[in-house]
């Protein structure tokens, strides 16, 4: 007995396929283009060193760059970084980095910004050196009253 899937299961799959090569193309061009701007062995070196033992040094922020996945590509294609407002440890008195970033170059009046903002985010709380990850609020005097307030609803990143 043959059974046949409602149009809307079809549907419903084939969107799910479509969505599928999408983001296996986007990471494709991602890694494509991180792998155009970095030098592979200090890549190496930066994400093997210890951030604790960074705190204070010029290697810091390019190690917390060698630490972002496909959001660098949007950063280092775009003109834009980041940079450390402040630092401290986690209130649990951890050996782990409680970070407030800022956003630097033509990252400040791109649409994009809540999507850049959640992901430096995700990729550096996924590192195990690094308890949380805020954003500076002056941050938000960057952008028009528009932009600030798409960032507020839709972001999902804690200003402060």
Same mark, same amino acid.
């Given at each position: ?26 990471? &494709?061009?991602? +890694?494509?283009?991180? #792998? !155009? ?8 070196? /930066?994400?093997? $060193? ?32 980041? &940079?450390?407002? +402040?630092?401290?440890? #986690? !209130? ?8 407030? /970033?800022?956003? $630097? ?32 609020? &002056? ?22």
């Amino acid at each position: 007995m043959v059974v046949h899937k409602p149009d809307s299961m079809v549907e419903d799959e084939l969107v799910a396929a479509y969505a599928a090569e999408a983001k296996a193309a986007m990471s &494709a061009e991602a +890694a494509k283009r991180i #792998a !155009e701007t970095v030098d592979p062995e200090e890549e190496k070196r /930066l994400r093997s $060193t210890s951030l604790l033992t960074l705190i204070n040094t010029e290697d810091m922020v390019p190690a917390l760059l060698s630490r972002l996945g496909e959001v660098r590509a949007a950063l280092d294609g775009h003109g834009g970084g980041i &940079a450390i407002s +402040a630092l401290g440890w #986690a !209130e649990d008195g951890s050996e782990a980095l409680d970070l407030v /970033l800022d956003l $630097t170059g033509a990252c400040l009046s791109c649409g994009a910004a809540p999507g850049t903002l959640e992901g430096v985010k995700n990729d550096l709380e996924g590192d195990s050196e690094i308890v949380r990850v805020q954003f500076d609020k &002056a941050l938000l005097d960057k952008f028009d009253e528009l932009g600030r307030e798409f960032i507020l609803v839709h972001g999902k990143v804690q200003f402060v």
